[in-house]
């Protein structure tokens, strides 16, 4: 594993990614309920999926941006070689 994945596995376990993205797919799903609109506690999920979108999202990005690196850097090696 490399430094720059061991650094996100690292973010990811700091951060409680996996906890925090189960919640956020659990409030998700509670959205497609039918009624949920209907529902005065529908603006408490909202209120709820921001936040964690708001973290899991660019965690997300970064991790994409560190795979892509990563395949960058291994088709250079390739190159070099």
Same mark, same amino acid.
């Not at 529902?39 to 921001?50: R, T, Y």
């Not at 990005?61 to 090696?77: F, I, N, P, R």
């Given at each position: 594993? %490399?430094? !720059? ?8 376990? #700091? ?6 993205? =189960? ?8 959205? !497609? +309920? /039918?009624?949920?609109?209907?529902? #005065?506690? %529908? ?7 921001? /936040?964690?979108? !708001?973290?899991?999202? /660019? ?5 994409? =941006? ?9 088709? %250079?090696? +390739? +190159?070099? =070689?």
């Amino acid at each position: 594993m %490399s430094t !720059g994945n061991q650094r996100l596995a690292h973010l990811r376990d #700091s951060l409680y990614v996996a906890t925090k993205r =189960a919640e956020r797919d659990k409030l998700t799903a509670a959205m !497609g +309920e /039918p009624n949920f609109w209907d529902n #005065s506690k %529908s603006q408490q999920v909202i209120q709820k999926i921001k /936040p964690l979108n !708001g973290l899991i999202n /660019p965690y997300d990005d970064l991790d994409t =941006a560190l795979q892509d690196l990563c395949a960058l850097a291994e088709l %250079s090696e +390739e +190159e070099a =070689a």
